[in-house]
Structure formats: structure tokens, C-alpha cells
């Protein structure tokens, strides 16, 4: 089985086209994969003599996130679903450093850091990426409208002067 199936819902052979969102998304995490990068460069220029250890494990830290973001930014371009999940996390992770510098003279990275994640997190949530991810849900495509009846009993299970449906109790 090969990992570059087509995603559900998908037609022909040709990969799916990202919409304009998510390009712009992908785009974001690609900025987000280079600036690791920067920051793992800035590691190993700055290591410090006495704790080599510490700057190495640090950049090669950066270093594998900054390959994984950019393994979800073509998950994104080419419209799989499985990059949703780890793009979602990494923005979590950034609005919780983000938080941490918020305010004295440290809250323009604050703000530097939370836009972004916050418009990321907006347009993998939103119902165009979600259809361009996930495709059509299964119910959608056979006509089970379940969530129409959501609440209602079925039509063959007896109900109560009062609409609710009795409960039914047998001894044992």
C-alpha cells in the first residue's frame, strides 16, 4: 500500500489543488520551519564553551522540528489529511511561547509569534480545509442525513403521550 493514496473524495489520479487558504497556511508553517532553522543556527554560532552538549542537542532540537513542520507544509500542499494533526499541535505549542512573552519590552514577539499560529489554527479549522483534507464525509455521500434526526426517536420505536419514547424495563 503506498503512503501517496488519494484522499477521500478525490477524483482522477492528479493530485488535488490546495485552495488559496491553504496555501496560506502552508505557507505560514513553511515561515515557522525557517525560523527554527534560523534558530538553530543562531544555536551552534552561540554555543558556549563549557556546556557544548546543551547548544548542540539544542540545534539539532530546531533543526528536527524545523524537518517536520516542512513535511506538513507539503502534507498541506497536497491536501493530506494527516497533516492537520501535527500543524495544529505546533501551533499550539507557539501560542503557549507566545503567552510566555507576553508584555514588557518582550510582547512584540508575543505578537509575533500568535498571529501567526492564530490564523493557522483559523484555516485548518475552517470547513473549506476541512473539505479539501477530508473530502466528503461517508454519510454525505450515501444520503444518511443523521444529523437531521439528531434528537428524535425512530419512527419504529413507540413513544409516550408526552413524544419521549418509553423505556422499555424486563425482569430477569
Given at each position: 500500500m503506498s503512503s501517496e493514496q488519494p484522499r477521500?473524495?478525490?477524483t482522477g489520479g492528479a493530485p488535488p489543488e490546495p485552495g488559496p487558504a491553504l496555501r496560506v497556511a502552508a505557507g505560514l508553517v513553511g515561515l515557522e520551519a525557517l525560523g527554527l532553522l534560523g534558530l538553530a543556527v543562531?544555536?551552534?554560532?552561540n554555543i558556549d564553551a563549557d556546556r557544548p552538549s546543551v547548544g548542540i542537542t539544542t540545534a539539532v532540537f530546531f533543526v528536527l522540528y524545523a524537518v517536520g513542520l516542512?513535511?506538513?507544509v507539503r502534507?498541506?500542499?497536497l491536501a493530506r489529511s494527516w497533516s492537520r494533526g501535527p500543524v495544529v499541535l505546533a501551533q499550539l505549542l507557539e501560542l503557549g511561547v507566545a503567552w510566555s512573552f507576553r508584555g514588557g519590552s518582550t510582547t512584540w514577539v508575543a505578537i509575533l509569534l500568535a498571529v501567526p499560529?492564530?490564523?493557522v489554527l483559523a484555516v485548518v479549522?475552517?470547513?473549506s480545509t476541512t473539505q479539501a483534507l477530508?473530502?466528503?464525509r461517508a454519510s454525505d455521500a450515501d444520503g444518511d442525513d443523521r444529523d437531521a434526526h439528531r434528537g428524535r426517536p425512530p419512527e419504529d420505536q413507540p413513544t409516550g403521550a408526552n413524544g419521549h419514547r418509553a423505556a422499555l424495563m424486563t425482569e430477569t
Open positions: 477521500p473524495g478525490a543562531s544555536e551552534l554560532v516542512g513535511a506538513c502534507g498541506l500542499l499560529a492564530v490564523v479549522f475552517s470547513p477530508f473530502g466528503e
